[in-house]
């Protein structure tokens, strides 16, 4: 029971920060605009060149980059503890 109380506070905490990070104007509410604005940071993270385009290899690399962060054996596959760090790394980069 622990455990899966656990899992869900921080299940909780990871939705409230992403929720907190896309409220701009903090009244707890997104608005379209709010939503919209948070998809547009992530575009132009991915778009390296910044052309206002995505390549397929601009948008592959970030599942490239997250992989090979993961596999810390450098095997090329990911066990569950590899998988388990993607997730853990999503977090880091939702709060930025």
């Known amino acids: 029971m622990y455990a899966e109380n656990a899992k869900n506070t921080y299940i909780n905490n990871k939705f409230s920060r992403h929720f907190e990070h896309l409220d ?11 939503y919209l ?6 575009f132009e993270r991915l778009d390296k060149n910044h052309d206002n385009m995505l390549s397929f290899d601009e948008y ?12 810390q054996d450098h095997d090329g ?3 569950k ?3 388990a760090s993607i997730d853990r790394s999503r977090n880091h980069e939702d709060i930025k």
Do not use: M, P, T, Y
């Open 77 to 79: 596959f990911l066990n």
């Open 60 to 71: 592959a690399a970030s599942a490239v980059r997250h992989f090979d962060q993961a596999d």
């Open 81 to 83: 503890e590899d998988f």
């Open 24 to 34: 701009l104007d903090h009244d707890q509410k997104i608005s379209r605009d709010e």
């Open 37 to 42: 604005a948070g998809r547009k940071r992530a």
